[in-house]
T-cell receptor, first 117, second 116 residues
């Protein structure tokens, strides 16, 4: 079974609008972390935001916020006021924090976001 | 923020030769480094996890004799692709976590390998 699912292969959004990128996950580990990374065409992976499974509040980092719904096992990324420079691939990832884990990240298949003027 | 560098950013080599890729953490000590491979328009595939001073742990299906990983210090890990073949052509990207445990992985800029 897929541990991280990103169902949107591509998304379009107009500049200055908000956009939500979906991510659902599957784990039986009570402690885990959820991450979003941005990969522009240059290839580098840029860390955007982190949500811990025990965090009471949704994580926010500037224009990025994570809509964490634990019961639904979803961790959607919300980008507010989209900019042309936001056009990139976005990957959702999960780390299971069991004692047997070696900090490995499990990545989703990614969503390509295109921002148009 | 934490900075990870990779060198070279791009390499072209002949089939049968070996290629070494370096991954460095520039402003933090990386107890654990990870090596990923990414095919065009696909997600990252973890190849191996390396801890400073110990042998790397390879993922299932990754040939340890072909992809040699050395993590000799807290700031440097190397991936050597031995006897490279055209099917090894890919984007290789490393990441590193710090010493405090359960840290965020910070990624290098990646290395594009083309084997002719």
């Amino acid at each position: 079974a897929q541990k991280i699912t990103q169902t949107q292969p591509g998304m379009f959004v107009q500049e200055k609008e908000a956009v939500t990128l979906d991510c659902t996950y599957d784990t039986s580990d009570p402690s885990y972390g959820l991450f979003w990374y941005k990969q522009p065409s240059s290839g580098e992976m840029i860390f955007l935001i982190y949500q811990g499974s025990y965090d009471q509040q949704n994580a926010t980092e500037g224009r990025y916020s994570l809509n964490f719904q634990k019961a639904r096992k979803s961790a959607n990324l919300v980008i507010s006021a989209s900019q042309l420079g936001d056009s990139a691939m976005y990957f959702c990832a999960m780390r299971e924090d069991s004692i047997y884990n070696t900090d490995k990240l499990i990545f989703g298949t990614g969503t390509r976001l295109q921002v148009f003027p | 923020g934490a900075v990870v560098s990779q060198h070279p950013s791009r390499v072209i080599c002949k089939s049968g030769t070996s290629v070494k890729i370096e991954c460095r953490s520039l402003d933090f000590q990386a107890t654990t480094m990870f090596w990923y491979r990414q095919f065009p328009k696909q997600s990252l595939m973890l190849m191996a996890t390396s801890n400073e001073g110990s042998k790397a742990t390879y993922e299932q299906g990754v040939e340890k004799d072909k992809f040699l990983i050395n993590h000799a210090s807290l700031t440097l890990s190397t991936l050597t692709v031995t006897s490279a073949h055209p099917e090894d052509s890919s984007f290789y990207i490393c990441s590193a976590t710090g010493t405090s445990g359960l840290d965020t992985q910070y990624f290098g800029p990646g290395t594009r390998l083309t084997v002719l």
